[in-house]
C-alpha cells in the first residue's frame, strides 16, 4: 500500500523516498521484465526494497549503512552491508551476473548514484538495465519538466560514462518517475 504523508511516499510502512506512484513504474518494469534479477543499490528506509520484492520475491540490495537493514521487511533475504565504491567488493559481489542468462536491472539508488552507475555498468551484460534515480537529462530538462516530478536532481546524463550503453525502450517513462533507464549493449 503506498500513502503519502507530508510529501513523503511509503509503501507498507517504510519511506520509499520515491514519487507517490512509484508502484505504477515498478509494475510495468515487472510487465516487460518479470523473470529478470533485481539488484538494488541504496536500501536506505527499504520502502523501494519492499515494493520490489513484493513483485519480484527475493532480491538482492545493497547499502553501507547497516542499519538499513532494520527497515526492509524482506532484509534477511534480500539485504547485504558493502562499499558499493570498492571495486573489490564490487567484482566479488557481481562477478556471477555476467554468467547469468536473465536480464538483470539494477536500481542505482546509493549516496553517488554517478559513481555507482559508472562502477556496477562493467559487471553488467548486454542487455541489462540500468536505472539510475533522482535523475533529469540536465539541469534545463529538470527546471523545465523536474520540478513537476519529483523535488530532488541530483545526476544527469554528463555524469554517466555511457560508452556501451544506450536509453532502454522505456527511458522516457522513466524520466515521469526520476529515473534515468539505460541498457548495455
Known amino acids: 500500500m503506498i500513502n503519502n504523508r507530508g510529501g513523503s511516499t511509503y509503501y507498507n510502512n517504510s519511506w520509499t523516498m520515491q514519487v507517490l506512484n512509484i508502484t505504477e513504474f515498478v509494475e510495468f518494469i515487472y510487465t516487460k521484465y518479470p523473470e529478470a534479477n533485481i539488484i538494488e543499490l541504496g536500501t536506505a528506509y527499504g520502502g523501494l526494497t519492499n515494493l520490489l520484492c513484493d513483485f519480484y520475491g527475493k532480491i538482492r540490495s545493497y547499502d553501507n549503512n547497516p542499519t538499513a537493514i532494520a527497515y526492509s521487511k524482506h532484509a534477511e533475504d534480500s539485504f547485504l552491508i558493502g562499499d ?3 571495486d573489490l567488493f564490487l567484482k566479488e559481489q557481481f562477478k556471477s551476473n555476467l ?12 549516496g553517488d548514484k554517478a559513481l555507482e552507475f559508472n562502477k556496477v555498468k562493467k559487471y553488467a551484460k548486454p542487455g541489462d538495465i540500468l536505472m539510475v534515480h533522482d535523475y533529469m537529462i540536465n539541469q534545463e530538462d529538470f527546471e523545465t ?12 546524463e554528463d555524469d554517466l560514462d555511457l560508452e556501451g550503453i544506450t536509453r532502454a525502450p522505456f527511458f522516457d517513462r522513466g524520466i515521469s518517475y526520476a529515473w534515468g533507464a539505460y541498457q548495455k549493449q
Request: without cysteine; negative net charge; charged residues 35%.
Open 84 to 86: 558499493l565504491h570498492d
Open 99 to 110: 554468467e547469468e542468462e536473465k536480464v538483470t536491472i539494477f536500481f542505482i539508488d546509493g
Open 145 to 156: 519538466r523536474g520540478k513537476d516530478v519529483w523535488n530532488h536532481f541530483e545526476v544527469g
